[in-house]
């Protein structure tokens, strides 16, 4: 790999960078005041990890956040089955506390360090990765500058690029170039996204499909379902699903709206982050409606209006108790959340326009009937009413969803395929290397 001039822009930003890496302490603290950061980790954030390098051939995987996480840990699961170790990174605490209870044996996660020369450099030397993938879009000029400089293999897993993101790109042809051009294989999502990554400069991309599409069934105990169910009744059920700040608010007036048609109608509510749980238990309150709260163990009785879902990693266990369900994000710029998982437990869904984070993916449910979108907020209570009227339209709607799920499968295994040069030519690097140490 040859290491080009460096852009002016790009020697800007890793001296921006390096010189407010002390204020990182400031925004450290800040963060972890609302429970985005985890205090006794706080080393891991300025590339100082409390773990020992493995051994043998190591992969290190960077997935911002839960949406990412969930869809490469099929992958993660592969590759150490095959023997490989792999160091997984993550921005967020909700996906390291998912990483903690999914990760296979071989695998450790760290969070990442911030996006300056020194806290990446101390990363870096510690773990030595043999070979390094970031997932979706997390492009960050100054960690692709220090693996580029390191000549480590460097691949984009399921890389998307949004109209938006090309254009403000395309506007520093210079410094895009000579970013994008640090990554020796791209794995784009679609073809669309491929084409974005080609004109900003990628050597070589390939398009082998959606890796969210291979996500295993969510395990969920049946005697959890069966006990939920048991206090549930014959009442109707809905779900509000990874909300953030202000959806919550739409749910709720939702909820008010169809209670008028559905006296007995249960919602269950699962914020995106279970750390807003207590703000949420009070504007629930504020509506004159009664809560239950699932961390705290208590039972659904006939009075609980809405059952709030404020715990970690069971999702396909609220999937599979709504027959509805509305996907959060959507009415916010947050950019909507993955529907595979919704899919896959067999609940119909419903969305709101504001899906960024998986615009191609959403259109294939919108444009084949698996989802149904509201324009406005105010659509909400409607389109879920449409649904709970009509029990068979939402089954067939979820069975579309499933279908479309099921045909786009496949993506891991030619992932593999793609992968394998690179697996293969840095281990037979490696084991002469540990030959030498052995023999010194």
Known sequence: ???????????????????????????????????KEIVQRKGERFGRPQNERPSGFLIWIHAASVGETMSVLPLIETLCASGNRVLLTTVTVTAAEIAAKRLPQGACHQFVPYDAPGPLARFLDHWSPDLAMVVESEIWPCQFDELKTRQVPFILL?????????????RFPRASRYIFECLD?????????????RRLGCKRVEIPGNLKFDANVPEVA?????????QIGGRPVWLAALTHPGEDTIVLRACEKLLTEFPELLLILVPRHPARAGDIAELIGSHGLTCT????????NPSTRVYLGDTLGEMGLFYKLAPVTFLGGSFTDAGGHNPVEAALCGSALVTGPQVANARALYKEFWSGKAAVRGARPEDLADLVAGLLHRPEEARRQAGLARA????GRGAKEKILFLLQPYLKDRADRREPEAEREQSA
Not at 293 to 300: A, D, L
Request: hydrophobic content about 40%.
């Open 185 to 197: 294989l791209v794995l784009a999502q679609s073809a669309a996204d491929a084409e974005r990554f």
């Open 293 to 300: 709260c699932r961390s705290t163990g208590e039972k659904i």
């Open 1 to 35: 790999m040859q290491v080009g001039r460096r852009p002016l822009l790009i020697s800007a930003y890793r001296g921006l960078s390096r010189a407010l890496t002390p204020l990182f302490h400031l925004l450290f603290w800040w963060r972890s005041r609302s429970g």
């Open 158 to 170: 399921n890389g998307r690029l949004s109209d938006g993101s090309h254009r403000n790109w395309s």
């Open 222 to 230: 049946e005697t959890e379902i069966h006990e939920l169910r048991t």
């Open 404 to 407: 479309l799920v099921d045909a």
